[in-house]
């Protein structure tokens, strides 16, 4: 992954929140918040070109990809992107202004295909197609677990928080001296 995602998650204030000040809490939840925002929006370009990239595969199993061409992606595309059938939704992404995590996730995931280069799938030879294919589900899959991650630790964030106020160890007035 990424550097500060990796240390990010690695900070040892996660494992001893009960020891940590309230305002550095905020300040922790705030900094994992941002970085899932990020991570959930360049995991939603990686899918969508996962999509673009799998109907490409499906075109050519089926023996329809040497017809298909730029115009052809192009009219097929509300459908490639659209949400899984019935019904299972992936959900909205809030966006924020990008940050570092955003722009470091997605030069990687130009690396793996541009968005120039999928006008281009179709001069792809068929091995190197599975292999954009394979790369791509790889970087999604890695993206999954670290968001997993995220969650869990904003959870966890959010729960010691909760109990602070709940016990009588924070007050309202806490909140507004953040």
Known sequence: MIEHV???LADDRNNR????????????????????????????LTQGRLDIVGHEV?????GAASDL?????????????????????????????PGE??????????ELV????????????DEDLGGVLEALQGFEA???QTRKELHQRIDAIQQEIGRRYKEGEATTADAFNA
């Open 6 to 8: 990796e240390q990010l």
């Open 17 to 44: 929140l009960a020891q940590t000040e309230l305002p550095e809490l905020r300040s922790l939840r705030a900094n994992l918040q941002a970085v899932e925002s990020d991570m959930s929006l360049v995991r939603r």
């Open 58 to 62: 499906s075109s050519r199993s089926s």
């Open 69 to 97: 061409d730029m115009s052809d992606l192009l009219f097929d595309l509300p459908d490639i992107l659209a949400d899984a059938p019935g019904g299972a939704s992936r959900g909205r992404v809030s966006l924020n202004e």
């Open 101 to 110: 995590t955003a722009h470091g996730l997605t030069s990687r995931l130009d």
């Open 114 to 125: 541009s968005p120039s280069s999928l006008g281009a799938l179709s001069e792809l030879a």
């Open 142 to 144: 890695e993206l999954s």
